[in-house]
């Protein structure tokens, strides 16, 4: 079964870290780009950033660029997004997804809980 | 950025009745070299991920339903729900991926009138 599974949200006060974790399974995970995408609570969906295939070249929106890396280990199958000096507004439900055709996302994670607060 | 608009913000529709839903970007998201649209739709249910219904803007994703359909070209796309059913009640998202960001409408919350 194509999956892929994110852990290691939580509670962390503001200027913590976490690092967020995507385990795949199911496909060839080195053929894929593969992104993070966020939604706060009751809110929309926020695109996060994306990595390439072999992890040489990554992409941020403007509000976490500088605290967040994005990275990823093809021999363990995983993704992973290290958060550094999170704020309030980075609580959210952070899905990882795979890109396909047309930069899409065909698979979803069920998602993993940030809560930013003290 | 790329600014993605979607209209309505939520839309009651009887069943069996056609849905429609608009995304506007605020530049094309057409790519002249392969006349390609950069731009996916997705529904989410509640508690649930997004599922992917469409890419390339009028690609249907396999196992999507026929009475769904993508269309638009440019700056302005259209998905259709030709006749609504009961578990159509979703948000609907489009998202572009012309440029970084890959920016996401705000999102048509769908329901049954």
């Known amino acids: 079964e194509v999956q892929l599974v994110e852990s290691g949200g939580g509670l962390v006060q503001p200027g913590g870290s976490l690092r967020l974790s995507c385990a795949a399974s199911?496909?060839?995970?080195?053929?894929?780009?593969m992104r993070w995408v966020r939604q706060a609570p009751g809110k929309g969906l926020e695109w996060v950033a994306n990595i390439n295939k072999d992890g040489s070249e990554t992409y941020y929106v403007d509000s976490v660029r500088g605290r967040f890396t994005m990275s990823r280990d093809n021999a363990e199958n995983s993704a992973y997004l290290q958060m550094d000096s999170l704020r309030a507004e980075d609580t959210a439900l952070y899905y990882c997804?795979?890109?396909?055709?047309?930069?899409?996302?065909?698979?979803w994670g069920q998602g993993t809980m940030v809560t930013v607060s003290s | 950025d790329i600014v993605m608009t979607q209209s309505p913000d939520s839309l009651a529709v009887s069943l069996g009745e056609r849905a429609t839903i608009n995304c506007k970007s605020s530049?094309?998201?057409?790519?002249?070299?392969?006349?390609?649209?950069?731009l996916a739709w997705y529904q989410q249910k509640p508690g649930q991920p997004p599922k992917l219904l469409f890419y390339w803007a009028s690609t249907r994703e396999s196992g999507v339903p026929d009475r769904f359909s993508g269309s638009g070209s440019g700056a302005h796309f259209t998905l259709t729900i030709s006749s609504l059913q009961a578990e159509d009640v979703a948000i609907y998202y489009c998202?572009?991926?012309?440029?970084?960001?890959?920016?996401f409408g705000q999102g048509t919350k769908l329901e049954i009138k």
């Open positions: 530049q094309s998201v057409l790519y002249s070299s392969n006349n390609k649209n950069y």
């Open positions: 199911g496909f060839t995970f080195s053929n894929h780009w």
């Open positions: 998202q572009q991926f012309y440029s970084s960001p890959h920016t």
């Open positions: 997804a795979r890109i396909r055709d047309g930069w899409a996302s065909d698979i």
